[in-house]
Nanobody, 116 residues
Framework: QVSLVESGGGLVQPGSSLSLSCAASGLTVFTFSISSMTWYRQAPGEQRRLIARIEHDNTTSYAGSVKGRFVISRENTKKTLYLQLNKLQPEDTAVYFC???????WGRGTQVTVSS
């Protein structure tokens, strides 16, 4: 019954920043707080790929393509996951999804388009 709703995407120019949010419901704050949370993205014609992960203790990891530019964070009391996207480039254009271990399907995601 876990529901994840992504938001914050949009159309921006290269070099710009965006802040994405993922609001979770259908689970307790405790369950959210002890879970790893992840961000994925999927460009047209490509496979959905893991780009960032945050553990219950706030340990983070990133795909090489976004490391140093994106920052994943969480606010457990609000059951919300965040992704700060910086220095965006056209190759970052994709639909961005969040995920929880108990999710049974993907949400709608939020579209990020980087273009001059």
């Amino acid at each position: 019954q876990v529901s994840l709703v992504e938001s914050g995407g949009g159309l921006v120019q290269p070099g710009s920043s965006l802040s994405l949010s993922c609001a979770a419901s259908g689970l307790t704050v405790f369950t959210f707080s002890i879970s790893s949370m992840t961000w994925y993205r999927q460009a047209p014609g490509e496979q959905r790929r893991l780009i960032a992960r945050i553990e219950h203790d706030n340990t983070t990891s990133y795909a090489g393509s976004v490391k140093g530019r994106f920052v994943i964070s969480r606010e457990n009391t609000k059951k919300t996951l965040y992704l700060q996207l910086n220095k965006l480039q056209p190759e970052d254009t994709a639909v961005y999804f969040c995920n929880h271990p108990s999710s049974v399907s993907w949400g709608r995601g939020t579209q990020v388009t980087v273009s001059s």
